[in-house]
């Protein structure tokens, strides 16, 4: 059985996290923290809920000003963060979230230090809200920096629709402030902060799918840096199959391309899989392939919902290319699964070129 997120704040967890501040402050009651921490309402908290539990724990042993407090967690967290700690570590930002919105200034330095093999992407965004100039200048000048993670944060933490945070309403309608960031780090060659800025780019085009396209046509071709940006930023609109930006990649649109000696189950049971194989003929008046296929999914009131799944991106030389593909449907918290009558949609290119129904069994 998997470990859940918030399992990760464990004993030995706040046990090294209480000693190290022990380390910077005598006075810290060790044993005191460890009963407020797991008090009777531990075990219902979730995630966030826990994480906001631990930051307001160490306020309330911690009795000074926020300038000592801060000045205590930066050498606690130079002693103890690293990388097995990235998620845990997300309380020294929170932290300054809950206590540090009226210290900018400070509250801003203590988060360049506390973003480094861990993440301010959450805390940032409440700086954004209630400091929008002052600190989408701080953003700026962090990518600039030498520092990969001030780098990322500028990006991910200016994300319109980031997960598990509190949306960028103002940026969802107009995200021009965010693409000047993200066009400061258009041609930076770090994956970390490179995944970050297609990601954005990825949430803007959900919204303003246009602006992205139109930055793609100017990035694509450029250099490898942005060519990767630009292929993970397309992703949705690839999905979606969105003309231009399968123009963009290459993928010409041809609406006559046939597939032969299609095969596949008639029947599947929920917890096994459904496997299917075909042939592509005449393919070398593509030469680039996009091959995907999509599942309309059957809903509880006799509705489909449909999702589509990658197989295969490349240039193809041969005349005929072979697919065998399996797709499982083993039970995942993700999905429900409901019996009945399915249909598998295969894609080329953008184009639905055979679809074929199925029946979903218990």
């Not at 044993?31 to 979730?46: A, D």
């Not at 032969?260 to 592509?280: A, C, H, P, Q, R």
């Not at 080329?348 to 129904?357: A, D, L, M, S």
Request: glycine content about 2%.
């Amino acid at each position: 059985m998997s470990k859940l997120l918030k399992d990760l704040y464990s004993i030995e967890y706040i046990n090294s996290l209480a000693l190290n501040i022990s380390k910077f402050y005598p006075n810290f009651d060790i044993q005191s923290f460890i009963n407020n921490i797991f008090n009777s309402s531990w075990n219902k908290l979730e995630l966030k809920q826990r994480i906001d539990h631990i930051s307001c724990t160490i306020n309330i042993n911690l009795p000074l000003s926020y300038t000592k407090q801060l000045e205590i967690l930066i050498q606690t967290y130079k002693e103890f963060s690293n990388k097995n700690h990235y998620l845990q570590n997300i309380i020294f930002a929170n932290f300054v979230k809950l206590y540090g919105l009226d210290n900018f200034d400070i509250s801003i330095k203590a988060l360049e230090i506390f973003t480094i093999n861990s993440t301010a992407e959450f805390t940032i965004r409440e700086f954004i809200l209630k400091y929008e100039d002052k600190t989408l200048a701080q953003m700026r000048l962090w990518t600039q920096s030498n520092n990969e993670h001030l780098r990322r944060l500028a990006s991910e933490g200016s994300r319109p629709r980031l997960p598990w945070a509190k949306s960028l309403t103002k940026y969802k309608k107009d995200p021009s402030k965010v693409i000047q960031i993200l066009t400061l780090l258009q041609d930076d060659n770090c994956l970390y902060v490179k995944k970050s800025v297609a990601n954005n780019l990825n949430d803007i085009s959900k919204d303003h799918p246009q602006i992205v396209i139109d930055i793609a046509k100017k990035w694509y071709g450029q250099n490898e840096h942005k060519n990767w940006i630009i292929k993970h930023a397309l992703r949705t609109l690839l999905k979606e199959a969105n003309q231009e930006v399968l123009n963009i990649f290459g993928y010409k649109i041809k609406k006559d391309i046939k597939i032969e000696n299609f095969t596949m189950n008639n029947s599947v049971k929920i917890g096994d899989y459904l496997n299917f194989s075909f042939d592509i003929k005449d393919i070398n008046i593509l030469k680039k392939l996009r091959i995907e296929y999509s599942i309309d999914f059957l809903r509880q009131n006799n509705s489909s919902n449909n999702k589509v799944f990658f197989i295969t991106q490349k240039n193809i030389n041969n005349k005929i290319y072979h697919v065998n593909k399996k797709h499982s449907f083993k039970i995942i918290t993700t999905r429900k699964y409901y019996t009945g009558l399915h249909r598998l949609n295969i894609i080329i290119n953008g184009i639905i070129v055979h679809k074929k129904e199925f029946n979903l069994i218990g």
